[in-house]
């Protein structure tokens, strides 16, 4: 890799140990890619932020790391295994809790904002199109490449710190525009209706193409909710960072759309929530927030919940910034006030919850993946209303 002049100097530690170790990373992986150099970016979005994840070790190496590491562009934390401010309804111990809150102190010490959210384009990290960036969390990867534009691979969390700690990131992948275009035209005759049928749809895409990215035809409206929930369903079950949708995603006019034709029918999205929902009728939780909610989720929640009471546990994960605005609107007094919970700071996905539930309703197919695989639920996937429906009446009826 070409290493600029300034970049030989901060190998060689005359910026330091915090800088000079963060450089070799970013060379390792450059190394592995075959970048042929770094190049500066605009934010980072950091993930592995977990202790449920990092443990004592993760904990340590960032204690040791923070000591002269500071970031020097925009950065931005994904979110962590306990709301501090609930743990204790959460399930979760003091020890634990404390913990997390270290981790969340280390990197706050490093100057990273302590956004703690799976979607840092609703709390002011938002890239242009064009801007090269380095963010981890899976489903934010996949929305800042298509629906913003931006440009970025999938970090992992030591790699996006890296990258925050030097400002660059090796060039490949995502940040070359030759390896973002379409290869197969994916034709929808089918409707979607609803974000839920937005993350079968990423489902739906991994059987019929695997890893080739996608040009979907048949979207002509797609908000943030729908669009939050198709980035997260093709990150997780193709593990692609990119999509397009003509007239929706920032690119689509960049590229020749496929000449390779796919479709996909009622039949393909009936098949897609059989596979998304397994048989069971007591309902532990019902979880909305995968990925964060937005205002406007807030908003229809509250609208199904005024004036009635749950009879299960109903969790809405989002960021404490989305809280904020909720509440001066009075979503969360109403919602509340039926007996939900609005958790901020985390997610059912990272949190410490394996054994403390067995069934799981949620309107998000990649939280129907983690909280499988990860928590060992059992889980159906359904609409919102269907999922407040099921809090309501506390089980699950067809």
């Given at each position: 890799?070409?290493?600029?002049?300034?970049?030989?100097?901060?190998?060689n530690?005359?910026?330091?140990e915090g800088?000079r170790?963060?450089?070799e990373?970013?060379?390792a992986?450059g190394k592995?890619?075959?970048a042929d150099?770094?190049?500066p970016?605009?934010?980072?979005?950091?993930?592995?932020?977990?202790?449920?994840?990092?443990?004592?070790?993760g904990l340590?190496?960032?204690?040791?790391f923070?000591?002269?590491?500071?970031?020097?562009?925009?950065?931005t934390l994904?979110?962590?295994g306990v709301d501090?401010?609930?743990?204790q309804?959460?399930?979760?111990?003091?020890d634990?809790?404390?913990?997390?809150?270290?981790?969340?102190?280390?990197?706050?010490?490093?100057g990273?904002e302590?956004t703690l959210t799976?979607?840092?384009?609703?709390?002011?990290?938002?890239?242009s199109?064009?801007?090269?960036?380095?963010?981890g969390?899976?489903s934010?990867?996949?929305?800042?490449?298509?629906v913003l534009g931006?440009?970025?691979?999938r970090e992992s969390?030591?790699?996006?710190l890296a990258?925050?700690?030097?400002?660059?990131?090796?060039?490949y992948?995502?940040?070359?525009?030759?390896?973002?275009?379409?290869?197969?035209r994916?034709?929808?005759k089918v409707?979607?209706?609803?974000?839920?049928d937005?993350?079968?749809?990423?489902?739906?895409?991994?059987?019929?193409?695997?890893?080739?990215?996608?040009?979907?035809?048949?979207?002509k409206?797609?908000g943030?909710?729908e669009?939050k929930?198709?980035?997260?369903?093709?990150?997780?079950y193709?593990?692609l960072?990119?999509?397009h949708?003509?007239?929706?995603?920032?690119?689509?006019?960049d590229?020749d759309?496929?000449?390779?034709?796919v479709?996909?029918?009622d039949i393909?999205?009936?098949?897609a929530?059989?596979?998304l929902?397994?048989?069971f009728?007591?309902?532990d939780?019902v979880?909305?927030g995968?990925?964060?909610?937005?205002?406007e989720?807030?908003?229809?929640?509250?609208?199904?919940?005024?004036?009635?009471?749950?009879?299960?546990?109903?969790?809405?994960?989002?960021?404490?910034?989305?809280?904020?605005?909720?509440?001066?609107l009075g979503?969360?007094?109403i919602?509340?006030?039926?007996?939900?919970?609005?958790?901020?700071d985390?997610?059912v996905?990272?949190?410490?919850?394996?054994?403390?539930?067995?069934?799981?309703?949620?309107?998000s197919?990649?939280?129907?993946?983690?909280c499988?695989?990860?928590?060992?639920?059992?889980?159906k996937v359904?609409?919102?209303?269907?999922?407040i429906?099921a809090?309501l009446?506390g089980?699950?009826i067809?």
């Amino acid at each position: 890799m070409y290493l600029s002049k300034e970049e030989e100097r901060i190998l060689n530690g005359e910026f330091g140990e915090g800088k000079r170790k963060a450089l070799e990373i970013l060379l390792a992986i450059g190394k592995i890619y075959d970048a042929d150099r770094l190049m500066p970016i605009k934010s980072a979005h950091i993930s592995g932020v977990s202790y449920n994840n990092i443990g004592d070790a993760g904990l340590d190496f960032l204690r040791e790391f923070s000591v002269e590491a500071k970031v020097s562009v925009k950065a931005t934390l994904n979110p962590g295994g306990v709301d501090p401010s609930r743990w204790q309804e959460m399930g979760i111990d003091e020890d634990f809790t404390r913990k997390q809150m270290e981790v969340v102190n280390v990197f706050r010490r490093m100057g990273v904002e302590t956004t703690l959210t799976c979607t840092p384009y609703l709390v002011g990290n938002t890239p242009s199109k064009g801007d090269h960036i380095a963010w981890g969390e899976s489903s934010a990867v996949a929305y800042a490449n298509s629906v913003l534009g931006a440009m970025t691979n999938r970090e992992s969390g030591i790699s996006a710190l890296a990258a925050a700690i030097i400002g660059k990131t090796p060039r490949y992948g995502m940040h070359v525009k030759e390896e973002r275009v379409p290869k197969v035209r994916v034709k929808l005759k089918v409707k979607l209706r609803e974000p839920s049928d937005f993350g079968a749809l990423g489902y739906i895409i991994s059987k019929k193409i695997g890893g080739e990215v996608p040009w979907i035809e048949g979207i002509k409206n797609a908000g943030i909710e729908e669009l939050k929930m198709l980035s997260a369903s093709i990150a997780t079950y193709t593990g692609l960072p990119i999509f397009h949708i003509p007239g929706i995603t920032a690119e689509w006019r960049d590229f020749d759309v496929p000449r390779e034709v796919v479709e996909i029918d009622d039949i393909d999205m009936k098949d897609a929530y059989e596979y998304l929902s397994e048989s069971f009728d007591g309902i532990d939780l019902v979880w909305i927030g995968c990925p964060h909610t937005t205002v406007e989720e807030l908003r229809k929640i509250a609208r199904l919940l005024e004036g009635k009471s749950v009879k299960t546990e109903l969790w809405i994960t989002t960021s404490r910034r989305v809280r904020q605005e909720a509440e001066k609107l009075g979503y969360i007094r109403i919602i509340g006030g039926a007996g939900a919970k609005v958790i901020c700071d985390t997610c059912v996905v990272v949190a410490p919850l394996k054994g403390k539930f067995k069934t799981l309703v949620t309107n998000s197919a990649k939280a129907c993946y983690y909280c499988r695989g990860v928590n060992n639920f059992m889980v159906k996937v359904a609409n919102l209303e269907k999922c407040i429906e099921a809090a309501l009446k506390g089980i699950w009826i067809e």
